[in-house]
């Protein structure tokens, strides 16, 4: 009996492979790619989503946000390993349709465009709603009992919670400068802070989770105000 044996490296195919079967049907960086793709990106903010009439042709904004979203889905944050990913991981190659920007072009996007980056976030949540792969209608309750706190400043309406959403935005857009910090001190070669690069990638996704819980409160407030 003999052992299992991979495919000959120098074996030349008869007929190329084809990039969509990398991914499966069902497969999450599908939903990425049709999200990103339902949006109008220049009403988002985001720039440059024109291209120049001159000038070496850059990527398009669309092909960035998949990327980046699709990094944040798989808590991979760090512009460098965005770079590896795009020629490592069969997902990235099928997302990105096999073009692989460098760390400093990926950074730079996040750099350029903050608030758009967070009002897709929004987006996407909204996204996963309409699509029906979340519902938001599922409540669970036990039998605890405790005493409720009511007091008018514990009562959240629509003008605290649209405060509270813009305070929530301008924290997640500090944690995103620092990063963008971060991957300024890579270039430098003074990257000696993980620990606190790693703090503030978690402090990103709870200010997202934070924003969007806010969203939600704010949609059904809506329907009773």
């Not at 195919?13 to 499966?24: G, R």
């Not at 706190?149 to 944690?175: C, F, M, Q, W």
């Not at 890579?186 to 802070?193: H, K, L």
Request: proline share 4%; glycine share 6%.
């Amino acid at each position: 009996m003999s052992f299992l044996e991979g495919t000959d490296r120098t074996q030349v195919s008869l007929l190329p492979p084809c990039i969509d079967d990398y991914v499966a049907p069902e497969s999450l960086v599908r939903v990425v790619d049709a999200f990103v793709g339902s949006l109008d990106l220049a009403e988002l903010g985001f720039a440059r989503t024109v291209a120049a009439a001159t000038g070496r042709p850059g990527y398009h904004p669309g092909d960035m946000l998949r990327l980046y979203v699709w990094g944040y889905l798989n808590q991979v944050r760090s512009s460098r390993h965005l770079e590896r990913a795009c020629i490592r991981d069969l997902e990235a190659l099928w997302l990105m349709k096999q073009l692989a920007p460098d760390y400093r072009t990926i950074a730079a996007f996040r750099h350029d465009n903050p608030e758009a980056i967070v009002a897709a976030s929004a987006a996407f949540i909204q996204f996963c709603l309409d699509g029906g792969l979340i519902t938001g209608r599922m409540v669970a309750l036990d039998g605890t009992k405790m005493r409720a706190v009511a007091s008018p400043k514990n009562i959240a309406g629509a003008e605290r919670l649209a405060r509270d959403v813009a305070h929530t935005e301008k924290e997640i857009a500090y944690y995103l400068d620092r990063l963008d910090a971060m991957d300024e001190a890579v270039t430098q070669g003074f990257d000696d802070q993980p620990v606190h690069r790693q703090a503030f990638t978690d402090a990103i996704a709870a200010l997202s989770r934070r924003k969007d819980r806010l969203a939600r409160r704010q949609e059904i407030g809506k329907k009773s105000w």
